[in-house]
């Protein structure tokens, strides 16, 4: 599907830009796109890349992977049934998710890279895409989400009386886009269409059954000593941003711990993994170094996906085509109370992170930042994630050609966070705005 969808907006692109006497801008935005997707994207990505891979080998070393895997297990076999008990998939995965629900895509990207890395070695065919893969690629693409800082800033910045008001029904509107997400990949699997061939799913399972688990070794207790004390200096440092960061007549405690959460993240992960492996006596910067390095190659295998998304996309947008397609699907949701007004950013969001953060920007300049239309749209941001952008990233690092149904179940996340973010926020606050 999404060797389609490239080529119908590269070709609708060029129409458009013909029709509109826009060529000479689509050419400039192919050129753009190609250089922002190796200069602005895919080259900053790699330190980042470098940092996390390398962290994340500290903690297989250490066990800390498998772990959190089996903790989770319940809803990880659920999930993904495909993949074997104690695998370090598992643990990734569930890192992964963890950090989209704080909001840190900085540390969420590179540690679902790992994740996909892991899946492929699982993949008896390699280029398409597992269902395994798929339902990783669901879960990024309905963006699980507890509170979305982005949308809180820019409300925030545009004056906005109550900007964190959005955070509630956020997290309705993500509920709901995951529900979506799951239940479309899992039922889309079994389409003919999608369907993998029967020796595929048979080859998988005989061949990662009886992959041993990590033993994991028991820590003296000097080592365990350590550790609780940390723990504690922590938990400290947790209390004291609570009560000293904002006064709770201007934020609720919900807020509060949940920006808690996010600043303490980063510091207790890049603490808590080196230190953990240290005290098992592993060597940290020999392993450091060698998850690090994997970080490059990651970096320089997405940029050939990276450059034909984003080409494709730019193209399309300087051709015009996001406002003709406003225009035509304007008289289609008007009659169903949805806001007009919120058709580009409904469009463009699939597509483009930073192109709907400068719609909604503008949207909210344009509006009261507390009306209804202003919430809507923060709400759905929130709520929604660049389902393409993500696709090229992640299918991109294990040369995924064939990505089956992950297209459409993304999109399908994204409609129901749409539909959801109108219903919500016209309850929540139809009567206020």
């Not at 991109?396 to 993304?410: L, M, Y």
Request: with cysteine; charged share 10%.
């Amino acid at each position: 599907m999404l060797n389609y969808i490239w080529f119908g907006l590269i070709f609708c692109a060029v129409v458009l830009g013909a029709i509109h006497n826009r060529l000479t801008e689509v050419t400039l935005a192919a050129f753009d796109s190609a250089k922002a997707a190796v200069m602005n994207i895919a080259l900053p990505l790699i330190g980042i890349f470098a940092l996390w891979l390398g962290i994340m080998r500290l903690a297989e070393k250490a066990g800390i992977v498998q772990i959190i895997a089996r903790g989770l297990q319940p809803l990880l076999k659920f999930l993904f049934p495909e993949i074997p008990k104690g695998h370090p998939a598992l643990g990734s995965i569930v890192m992964n998710m963890a950090a989209n629900m704080l909001g840190l895509a900085n540390a969420a990207t590179p540690v679902g890279l790992k994740a996909m890395q892991e899946l492929e070695r699982l993949n008896p065919h390699p280029g398409i895409a597992t269902n395994a893969m798929c339902t990783f690629l669901a879960l990024n693409t309905s963006s699980v989400q507890l509170i979305p800082t982005t949308t809180i800033a820019i409300l925030a910045a545009a004056g906005s009386k109550e900007p964190t008001a959005i955070i509630g029904t956020t997290l309705v509107a993500t509920a709901c886009s995951t529900i979506a997400a799951i239940a479309s990949v899992k039922l889309l699997q079994r389409a003919p269409i999608f369907r993998l061939p029967q020796s595929s799913e048979k080859t998988l399972c005989a061949e990662v059954s009886d992959l041993p688990e990590v033993a994991l070794i028991s820590l003296p207790l000097w080592a365990k000593a350590i550790l609780v004390a940390l723990s504690f200096f922590f938990i400290f440092i947790a209390w004291h941003l609570v009560v000293t960061t904002s006064a709770p007549s201007d934020r609720g405690i919900f807020s509060r711990l949940v920006d808690v959460a996010s600043q303490l993240a980063i510091p207790v992960l890049l603490t808590f993994f080196p230190l953990y492996a240290a005290l098992k006596r592993i060597p940290v910067y020999e392993e450091f170094i060698e998850g690090a390095k994997e970080g490059f190659h990651t970096g320089i295998r997405i940029i050939p996906y990276l450059v034909a998304i984003l080409v494709a996309i730019g193209m399309f947008r300087a051709a015009g085509g996001i406002e003709l397609l406003s225009h035509w699907l304007r008289p289609i949701f008007q009659p169903l109370h949805f806001p007009p007004d919120l058709l580009p950013l409904a469009l463009i969001r699939p597509l483009s992170g930073s192109g709907a953060n400068g719609i909604f920007a503008e949207l909210v300049q344009s509006h009261n930042p507390d009306s209804l239309v202003a919430r809507i749209g923060g709400t759905f941001v929130g709520s929604s994630e660049t389902t393409f952008y993500v696709l090229a990233v992640y299918f991109g690092a294990v040369s995924i050609r064939r990505t089956r149904q992950a297209v459409p179940a993304g999109l399908i996340a994204d409609l129901t966070g749409l539909i959801v973010s109108v219903i919500i926020c016209n309850f929540v606050f139809g009567g206020k705005s």
